[in-house]
């Protein structure tokens, strides 16, 4: 069984429509989070949930609304794509919320924006 | 904000050569764990470190976390082509999040 697991794995897309990206783990644990990996390969993370509150929200856009419907689930919304928002999107998880906590990440979804 | 740096970007070696990256940190960190994401793939945890000058291995991979808790490499002796990836360190950065370093991609070649 895979420990978190993320759909679609590719998304492309139109400039201007809105998506979105779902993920779930099994691994039950409490703190979930989304990332963004660009061309460069750097890795950022967007958002943070912990037993479905948001605990960090980095300066992203307003265009991106995370939504965590149970502490097993951690869905993104993106409105009105932008051709910067290409990227790979992983989502992960971890026991806690903290540095010292090892992350489990899911396989990535590439979104592409035409 | 705190700042993880790693050096090299890029790495290309001979099969059987070693590669190291370096990971150094503007600020002193509580503990430090590396990540590989091979091509394609997502990022796996290696180990963590959490003690001044703590060196850890793993089969041909070596973990050094400096003595000023600052900085930390990675050593990986005698290349083989399945050490392909991207290595990240990852070390708290501000509200407590992993905060990510640049990444070392690794090429290996026959």
């Known amino acids: 069984d895979t420990a978190v697991s993320q759909t679609p794995k590719y998304l492309v897309t139109q400039m201007g429509n809105d998506k979105s990206i779902k993920c779930e783990q099994n691994l039950g644990h409490d703190t979930m989070y989304w990332y963004k990996q660009d061309s460069k390969k750097f890795l950022k993370i967007m958002f943070s949930y912990n037993n479905k509150e948001l605990i960090i929200n980095e300066t992203v856009p307003n265009r991106f609304s995370p939504k965590s419907p149970d502490k097993a689930h951690l869905n993104l919304h993106i409105n009105s794509l932008e051709l910067g928002d290409s990227a790979v999107y992983f989502c992960?998880?971890?026991?806690?919320?903290?540095?010292?906590?090892?992350?489990?990440f899911g396989p990535g979804t590439r979104l592409t924006v035409l | 904000g705190q700042q993880v740096m790693q050096i090299p970007q890029y790495q290309h070696v001979q099969e059987g050569e070693d590669f190291t990256t370096y990971c150094n940190s503007s600020?002193?960190?509580?503990?430090i764990q590396w990540y590989k994401q091979r091509p394609g793939g997502h990022p796996v945890f290696l180990i963590q470190?959490?003690?001044?000058?703590e060196v850890k291995k793993q089969k041909r991979l070596t973990f050094q976390f400096g003595e000023a808790k600052k900085n930390s490499s990675l050593h990986i002796t005698a290349t083989q082509t399945t050490d392909v990836g991207t290595y990240f360190c990852a070390g708290p950065g501000t509200a407590s999040k992993l905060t990510f370093g640049t990444g070392t991609r690794l090429q290996v070649t026959l």
């Open positions: 600020t002193t960190l509580s503990n």
């Open positions: 470190l959490v003690k001044s000058g």
């Open positions: 992960a998880s971890s026991q806690g919320g903290t540095a010292r906590d090892t992350q489990y």
